[in-house]
C-alpha cells in the first residue's frame, strides 16, 4: 500500500514591533528619512519633455519565486534557493496642455511598434530635503506595452504609457556604518561577512518570522507509521519589513540588486527588555513593495516594504 504522508505546520508566534510614525528628517544613525514632499524625478532618454510633466508612478511589485532544496540529508530545516524573478511593468501618468500631446512618447510608441529603439533605460529617483538624490531605480530595457492618449474634451488632459521592465536595479550611497539609538524599539541588520555593518533604525514593523514545526509523517488512519524513515523539518514564516524609505538601506540594496546570489543574515534586536535579537539566517527576499509617487501625495513619509523568506530563525 502507498503511503500517505500527512504534514501539519503549527505557528508559535508572531513578531510584531511596531512604534509610532516619524517625521522626516536626519535620524542620530547618519541617514535622511524621504518625505513626499521631496518630490520625485524621471529620466526617459530621449523624452525631456515628457519626464518634466510626470504626475504618477505606479510600479509592480518584485517578486522573487523560491524553489526547494531539501534533501534527505537535511534532517532540521527545511532549504529552499532563489528562482526566477517577476519584475512586472511600469505605469507612468503625464500631463499634456489642452490639444496637445508629449510627441517624444508617441514617437516612441510608433519606434517600437516598427521594432526601432524599442528598449530604454528609464530612472526614477526620490530626492531628500535638499532636493539631491536620495534614493533611486533604474527600469532597464524598459519597453512600451500600452499608451493611452488624452482626452482632449478633458479640463485637465492627461496620457499613460505602461512598459513592461525587463530588470531593476536599485541605487543608494554607501553604508553608513550604523549607529545611533533605535527610535521605533528595534533596529535591523542585513550583513554579509564582505559588507560593512549597516545598522539600520528605520523600520517601523516587524511582522513574521517566527518557526514552524512539521509533524511526523502518518498514514491513512492518522497513526505514525515508524517504518517510514524520514523527519520532520522545521522551516520560518515569511518576515514582512515596512517603514519609511531612507537615503540609506544599503544592505537591502546591495542584496536585491544581487538577485538573491548570496545568503545573509538579518537581525531584528528589540531594546525594550535589554538586548533580544531575532536572528534570520540563510534568507532570500521574495518580495519588494515600491512606495508610492504622486505629484498630488505631498504629505507622510515615502513608505517602502520588503519581505524576506528566512532558512533559520532564533531567538538570541
Request: with cysteine; aromatic share 8%; glycine share 10%.
Amino acid at each position: 500500500m502507498k503511503h500517505v504522508a500527512i504534514t501539519a505546520t503549527v505557528v508559535l508566534c508572531v513578531v510584531l514591533l511596531a512604534a509610532r510614525p516619524r517625521g522626516a528628517g536626519t535620524d542620530a544613525g547618519g541617514y535622511e528619512v524621504l518625505a513626499n514632499a521631496f518630490g520625485f524625478g524621471v529620466d526617459i532618454p530621449g523624452a525631456v519633455d515628457a519626464s518634466r510633466n510626470i504626475r504618477e508612478i505606479s510600479i509592480d511589485e518584485l517578486t522573487f519565486d523560491i524553489r526547494e532544496t531539501t534533501t534527505g540529508l537535511d534532517v532540521e530545516y527545511r532549504l529552499y534557493q532563489s528562482g526566477g524573478v517577476h519584475f512586472g511593468t511600469a505605469k507612468f501618468t503625464f500631463h499634456v496642455d489642452p490639444g496637445n500631446k508629449n510627441k517624444e512618447l508617441t514617437d516612441w510608441v510608433d519606434d517600437a511598434a516598427r521594432g526601432n529603439n524599442i528598449r530604454k533605460n528609464i530612472t526614477v529617483t526620490l530626492f531628500k530635503r535638499d532636493k539631491t538624490a536620495g534614493r533611486s531605480y533604474t527600469l532597464v530595457d524598459a519597453e512600451p506595452v500600452a499608451y493611452y492618449p488624452p482626452d482632449p474634451g478633458a479640463p485637465n488632459p492627461i496620457e499613460t504609457l505602461t512598459v513592461k521592465i525587463g530588470r531593476i536595479d536599485f541605487h543608494t550611497r554607501a553604508a553608513n556604518g550604523g549607529s545611533g539609538k533605535p527610535r521605533n524599539g528595534f533596529h535591523s541588520d542585513i550583513s554579509s561577512p564582505n559588507d560593512p555593518l549597516d545598522v539600520d533604525n528605520g523600520w517601523e514593523t516587524a511582522v513574521g518570522g517566527v518557526t514552524s514545526h512539521e509533524e511526523h509523517p502518518m498514514v491513512l488512519g492518522l497513526r505514525f507509521d515508524p517504518t517510514i524513515d524520514t523527519h520532520a523539518h522545521k522551516t520560518c514564516t515569511d518576515l514582512t519589513l515596512r517603514g519609511p524609505m531612507t537615503d540609506a538601506r544599503f544592505g537591502v540594496v546591495k542584496w536585491f540588486n544581487e538577485r538573491s546570489a548570496r545568503n545573509v543574515v538579518l537581525s531584528v534586536g528589540s531594546h525594550r527588555d535589554g538586548h533580544v535579537r531575532h536572528v534570520y539566517e540563510d534568507a532570500i527576499p521574495v518580495g519588494y513593495v515600491f512606495p508610492r509617487m504622486s505629484v498630488t501625495n505631498t504629505t507622510g513619509n515615502v513608505m517602502e516594504e520588503i519581505r524576506i523568506k528566512p532558512i533559520r530563525c532564533e531567538l538570541k
